[in-house]
């Protein structure tokens, strides 16, 4: 299903929604980024200390905006719907980059397809 990603902020936002446990993103940190390399470190190399930081979440999204995700995304975005809970099962700092550098990307939606549709359509007329 393709969903414009201002759709989508309305019904899930990583950055605001402090997926990674790290506080809020905001759009001016990930576009004032003054660590830009640390987000090309894959994550599979990164140290537990470092990955639990607000600098390489920040850093990874401005990095994903600034060189692209085609060779980090092998497949469309996840969206899962679980007991009423919708999240990414992968795909949220490239999420978080589409949604602040404007960017397209494609969804892939798992769960209640029709609870998705009334949601959707309840965020597409507020």
């Known amino acids: ?56 979440h920040t850093a990874r999204i401005a990095w994903l905006g600034a060189h692209g995700w085609e060779e980090d995304a092998e497949e469309n975005i996840e969206v899962c719907l679980e007991n009423g809970e919708i999240y990414l099962s992968d795909g949220n700092h490239r999420f978080s980059a589409a949604l602040v550098f404007h960017e397209t990307v494609t969804f892939d939606f798992y769960g209640d397809l029709d609870q998705f549709q009334q949601i959707l359509t309840m965020a597409v007329s507020s």
């Open 1 to 56: 299903m393709t969903v414009p990603c201002d759709i989508m902020r309305k019904i899930y936002a990583p950055m605001l929604d402090d997926v990674w446990a790290v506080g809020k993103i905001d759009y001016d940190d990930v576009l004032n980024c003054p660590s830009l390399e640390l987000g090309s470190i894959p994550h599979s190399k990164i140290f537990d200390d470092l990955y639990y930081t607000h600098e390489y």
